[in-house]
C-alpha cells in the first residue's frame, strides 16, 4: 500500500520561503507522474506542480518563478521549494502520485500573513 506524508508547512510572513516535503513508501516515486496540489478554505483543489513519468515539470501560472517542485528518487522524495510567499499562496499543499492521482497525502497546512 502506498503512503504519502507531507511535512513541512508553517506561518510565515509576505516574501519569505518554505520548503515542503513528502516521503512516500511502497513503490518508487520514479514509475509515476507526482504533483503537489494546494486547497484554500472555500475553494477547490488546484494543481500546483505537475511532474510527468518522462521529468518535464509544468508549474501553475500563479507559482511560476517562485515554486520548484524536486524529487529524490533514491529516498523516494518529493520537494516543493516555495520562495517570495504570498498571502494567496495560503492554503493545505497535499502530494499526490499517479495520472489520475491515485495516493494523497494527508496535507501540511501553509499561512502566508501580510
Known amino acids: 500500500q502506498v503512503q504519502l506524508v507531507e511535512s513541512g508547512g508553517g506561518s510565515v510572513q509576505a516574501g519569505e520561503s518554505l520548503k515542503l516535503s513528502c516521503a512516500a513508501s511502497?513503490?518508487?516515486?520514479?514509475?509515476?507522474?507526482t504533483g503537489w496540489y494546494r486547497q484554500a478554505p472555500g475553494k477547490e483543489r488546484e494543481l500546483v506542480a505537475y511532474?510527468?513519468?518522462?521529468?518535464?515539470?509544468d508549474y501553475a501560472d500563479s507559482v511560476k518563478g517562485r515554486f520548484t517542485m524536486t524529487r529524490a528518487n533514491a529516498k523516494n522524495m518529493l520537494y516543493l521549494q516555495m520562495s517570495n510567499l504570498k498571502p494567496e499562496d495560503t492554503a493545505m499543499y497535499y502530494c499526490?502520485?499517479?495520472?489520475?492521482?491515485?495516493?494523497w497525502g494527508q496535507g501540511t497546512q501553509v499561512t502566508v500573513s501580510s
Open positions: 499526490a502520485r499517479g495520472d489520475p492521482p491515485h495516493s
Open positions: 511502497g513503490s518508487p516515486f520514479s514509475i509515476e507522474p
Open positions: 511532474r510527468r513519468s518522462g521529468g518535464s515539470t
